[in-house]
């Protein structure tokens, strides 16, 4: 397998502007976490899914976040309008059916907000 | 609410000497603990886990790490530490029943000098 796939891995923006990230898990695996690392406050857990249905989206900052899973297979975290204070690491991960918490991360997109 | 204190931001120790990365948790009941290593421009890639049983758990790479109730603490242990060690590594930790989400320390960063 792959692993867990994410794009762009580096994406340059200006202020306002609509940033679309995404994420291919592992096939078989029935949940998917968006973690967002900065150095300030290490690494967040935004929102997290259970066969493609969101279970928590507390910790996605406000509203100008939003993420989808149309499918086991692809995953996206959308920010519309970007703001330089989400200049950040952004995660995916995956992990099996019953695979305790063993969490496997993509590369990870690394987003700037100009 | 659980949380994870890794005390230890950075720590430089010399190739070939033994490591101990210091990790302590927050929990009314026996966690799942986890070990999580990110090498620079990568994801996080595990290198071992407790859930029950014996107290001293052996992972990847060399490293093994204990789980000492008493003390609440889960510390990683190298005993000769190689250069391509350099990373930043990060403790974790979820509810020991049913399914939760981790929750992660905010790392240590290891140095290793020749």
């Avoid at chain 1, 891995?9 to 306002?16: A, I, L, N, Q």
């Avoid at chain 1, 493609?52 to 976040?65: C, L, Q, T, Y």
């Amino acid at each position: 397998d792959a692993g867990v796939i994410q794009s762009p891995r580096h994406e340059v923006t200006e202020m306002g502007q609509e940033v679309t990230l995404r994420c291919k898990p592992i096939s078989g695996h029935d949940y998917l976490f968006w973690y967002r690392q900065t150095m300030m406050r290490g690494l967040e857990l935004l929102i997290y899914f259970n066969n493609n249905v969101p279970i928590d989206d507390s910790g996605m900052p406000e509203d100008r976040f939003s993420a989808k899973m149309p499918n086991a297979s692809f995953s996206t975290l959308k920010i519309q309008p970007s703001e330089p204070r989400d200049s950040a690491v952004y995660f995916c991960a995956s992990s099996a059916p019953l695979g305790a918490n063993v969490l496997t991360f993509g590369a990870g997109s690394r987003l700037t907000v100009l | 609410a659980q949380s994870v204190t890794q005390p230890d931001i950075h720590i430089t120790v010399s190739e070939g000497a033994s490591l101990e990365l210091r990790c302590n948790y927050s929990y009314g009941a026996t966690p799942y603990l986890f070990w999580y290593v990110q090498s620079p421009g990568q994801g996080l890639q595990l290198l071992l886990k407790y859930f029950s049983g014996d107290t001293l758990v052996q992972g990847i790479k060399g490293f093994e790490a204990e789980f000492k109730r008493s003390q609440s603490s889960f510390n990683l242990r190298k005993p000769s530490v190689h250069w391509s060690d350099a990373a930043e590594y990060f403790c974790a930790v979820s509810l020991g029943t049913g399914y939760s989400t981790l929750t992660f320390g905010k790392g240590t960063m290891l140095l290793v000098s020749p």
